[in-house]
């Protein structure tokens, strides 16, 4: 990935978020010109710094609902990572406007920015609740979704393209650092239902695949990673069996509190519908979505090549997925040095 990102001017919003800033290492790995770090909060920017040392760093404080700042941080930028949303279930929930404006009109100021200074690949970071949505989240990441996909069907000769993917480990605001501040005291373990499946995948592997797909990505590509899934209450169960002692508490003694689904939240998730299945192919390690609309107009194709064949999946949902088993789970956590 060297060719790719050598010598280039990058743009990574919501860089100071806990993906972006993944983005941000990774990429430091690969010889770029500068990395322009695109996010509103300045503490942010100040722990990044901390974390992450380099002069090819800038520093870009600044709302992706603002275009005039947009278009400012966007010239003479080769690649774009958008990063940058409104990610939390009931805070969209209850601010739908501040959601509508963050994750929709601001992914429109930053396309319309990337058409009009000449980028060359967009690529924008989406999320599983984005297919068939049932909350303010959802519909405006699958509206994100629509604007960076159907880019192309004007005359941009800018690569649009989206990464989709379920949960990060250990992501801020993920049950992990929850769970672990609960064991950590004694207090109950809580989780919305013993029912609930979730796709996950560490912080790394989604940020490899993140800057994979900038490499290989077409034009009104959404890119899947295939995963596997756990319940939710495994999770809880293995944290508990194994953190507890290290705080000095008796892992029989720590309950699991069922506190009823969240509004909007769904018990299990899905990275693509049945109606998306028809225009995708698969890899061996990723499905990818071509633009319906692109592809019934001419405008897109599906892919020839013989390493690629048309998806067997009907839809990807985390309750028909793989289940890691409680050593999985164990295992995956020890290895990406998680607990």
Known sequence: MKNIFKGKDILVTG???SVGKEIVRQLLKYEPERI???????????????????????????????????MRAMERVDIVFHAAALKHVPFCEYNPTEAVSTNVIGTQHLVEAAIERGVKIFVGIST?????????????????EKIITNAPSGFSECVFCCVRFGNVLNSVGSVIPIFKNQISKGDPVTITSNEMTRFFMSMEDAVAHVLKTAETAGNG????????????????????????????????????????????????????TREEADYAIET????????????????????????????????????????????????????????
């Open 128 to 144: 599983d609740k984005a297919v068939n949505p049932i909350n303010t989240l959802g519909a405006t990441k699958l509206l994100s």
């Open 221 to 272: 590509e959404t890119h899947i990673l295939k995963m596997k899934a756990l319940r939710l209450i495994d999770l809880a169960e293995v944290m508990i069996d194994e953190l507890a002692p290290r705080n000095n508490h008796d892992p029989k003694k720590i309950n699991i509190d069922i506190i009823g689904v969240r509004p909007g939240e769904k018990i299990d998730e899905s990275l693509m």
């Open 284 to 339: 061996e390690d990723k499905i990818i979505l071509y633009n319906s609309f692109l592809a019934d107009y001419g405008k897109g194709k599906i892919n020839s090549d013989k390493s690629k064949k048309k998806t067997n999946h009907e839809e990807y949902n985390s309750r028909n997925a793989p289940l890691l088993t409680k050593e999985e789970i164990k295992k995956l956590l020890y290895q990406k040095k998680i607990i």
């Open 15 to 17: 860089g100071c978020g």
């Open 36 to 70: 322009r770090v695109f996010d509103h909060s300045e503490a942010d920017h100040f722990r990044l710094n901390q974390e992450i040392k380099s002069d090819k760093i800038r520093n870009l404080i600044g709302d992706i609902r603002d275009k005039s700042r947009v």
